[in-house]
């Protein structure tokens, strides 16, 4: 539906009453209505996030000597093999 200003209105995102679409509600209502979400990842951040998990950073095993980045995978639970930092 359009509103008054002749944009396009819903009144589920018109958080605070008002009968009018701030920016902030215009914006969750884009997101949601168009899906313009950055939904994409990259190896590298899905690579960091699974290290946080584990309670690693990853600069700080890069700077690691390969026996020692090894060591901290393995105490984390996680395989060794299975990360490249090279």
């Given at each position: ?42 190896e ?21 000597d ?21």
């Amino acid at each position: 539906m359009l509103g008054t200003d002749g944009r396009l209105y819903d009144s589920d995102f018109d958080f605070d009453g008002d009968g009018k679409l701030n920016a902030y509600e215009y914006s969750v209502m884009d997101d949601v209505v168009f899906g313009h979400e950055d939904t994409e990842t990259s190896e590298v951040d899905e690579l960091e996030d699974e290290l946080s998990l584990a309670g690693l950073d990853a600069t700080e095993l890069e700077y690691m000597d390969a026996d020692e980045r090894r060591e901290a995978l393995e105490d984390a639970g996680l395989d060794p093999d299975a990360y490249d930092f090279d």
